[in-house]
């Protein structure tokens, strides 16, 4: 192996990234990195205007034949740009048959990124930084490539509704569905996916949608392309990037992103 390459898998290895794209190996415990060019998220730029680090961690519990799956992991997003949100989420999964998942997410924006002290641990519905989230997802299969996801936050963080004396009212329960199709082409993966926020916000009223719309409407539109290019005979790496738009929004994004 030359020098160029010894240098490349360093960097690489450093950055050690596991793509929602490719899957690693069998083993039961899975950690990485993604390094993406921005952080967008259901059609909302999260990552401010700077490269996000998105580092991962999971144990996967299945039977023999993936009848049942359970996976643990641990999920994050961290960004230069001051502006950005940074971000530290908690999951559970139960898969089924490979192809039904049932999720559970608590997601963390730390109120303060550039202090050495936080509150992680307020659950206090009407203080804390956490959001929980239900999601329901089908995988799609060879015969039916289609994917459809239907999620819910339940508790924390989510908007609220403002009450006719300017109060603060209810949470949302901001809802979220998007539908997928899957197709492979010369080794190139693709993901046409169209997603909607389902909630309608009363602007009048001072309300804001938790993806920042300001109506119900598709807010998550575009493909997103995956590929694995051969850098040596036992390694290739996996490259991805995504053309997004937000009708809701006006605004359109083109990402791009490096794992392993």
Same mark, same amino acid.
């Given at each position: 192996?030359?020098?160029?390459?010894?240098? *490349?898998?360093?960097?690489?290895? +450093?950055?050690?990234?596991?793509?929602?794209?490719?899957?690693?190996?069998?083993?039961? /415990?899975? *950690?990485?990195?993604?390094?993406?060019?921005?952080?967008?998220?259901?059609?909302?730029?999260?990552?401010?205007?700077?490269?996000?680090?998105?580092?991962?961690? $999971?144990?996967?519990?299945?039977? $023999?034949?993936?009848?049942?799956?359970?996976?643990?992991?641990?999920?994050?997003?961290?960004?230069?740009?001051? *502006?950005?949100?940074?971000?530290?989420?908690?999951?559970?999964?139960?898969?089924?048959?490979e192809m039904i998942? *049932?999720? /559970?997410?608590?997601?963390?924006?730390?109120?303060?990124?550039?202090?050495?002290?936080?509150?992680?641990?307020?659950?206090?519905?009407?203080?804390?930084?956490?959001?929980?989230?239900?999601?329901?997802?089908?995988?799609?299969?060879? $015969?039916?490539?289609?994917?459809?996801?239907?999620?819910?936050?339940?508790?924390?963080?989510?908007?609220?509704?403002?009450?006719?004396?300017?109060?603060?009212?209810?949470?949302? +329960?901001?809802?979220?569905?998007?539908?997928?199709? $899957?197709?492979?082409?010369?080794?190139?993966?693709?993901?046409?996916?169209?997603?909607?926020?389902?909630?309608?916000?009363?602007?009048?009223?001072?309300?804001?949608?938790?993806?920042?719309?300001?109506?119900?409407?598709?807010?998550?539109?575009?493909?997103?392309?995956?590929?694995?290019?051969?850098?040596?005979?036992? +390694?290739?790496?996996? &490259?991805?990037?995504s053309l997004i738009?937000?009708?809701?929004?006006?605004?359109? +994004?083109?990402?791009?992103?490096?794992? &392993?």
């Amino acid at each position: 192996m030359n020098r160029f390459y010894q240098n *490349l898998l360093a960097v690489l290895i +450093f950055i050690n990234g596991a793509s929602v794209c490719y899957s690693q190996d069998n083993s039961p /415990v899975q *950690l990485g990195a993604d390094l993406m060019s921005r952080y967008i998220w259901r059609g909302v730029n999260l990552g401010g205007n700077s490269p996000s680090i998105q580092p991962s961690l $999971k144990l996967n519990l299945a039977t $023999k034949d993936n009848f049942h799956a359970l996976t643990i992991g641990a999920w994050g997003a961290f960004s230069v740009s001051e *502006l950005s949100f940074q971000e530290a989420d908690l999951y559970l999964t139960y898969t089924f048959k490979e192809m039904i998942g *049932l999720t /559970v997410t608590d997601y963390y924006f730390p109120s303060d990124v550039t202090s050495a002290r936080n509150n992680y641990f307020n659950y206090d519905a009407a203080t804390t930084g956490h959001v929980f989230e239900g999601a329901i997802n089908f995988n799609g299969t060879v $015969k039916i490539p289609f994917t459809f996801m239907f999620a819910m936050n339940f508790y924390g963080a989510d908007k609220r509704r403002v009450n006719e004396d300017g109060t603060s009212g209810n949470i949302f +329960f901001s809802k979220y569905a998007e539908l997928g199709y $899957k197709n492979s082409i010369k080794g190139v993966d693709l993901n046409a996916f169209i997603g909607a926020a389902l909630d309608n916000p009363d602007e009048t009223n001072g309300e804001e949608g938790y993806y920042y719309n300001s109506s119900a409407g598709i807010i998550n539109l575009g493909v997103k392309a995956c590929k694995k290019i051969p850098i040596t005979d036992k +390694f290739q790496l996996p &490259l991805q990037a995504s053309l997004i738009f937000n009708p809701e929004a006006g605004n359109i +994004f083109i990402v791009f992103g490096i794992s &392993l």
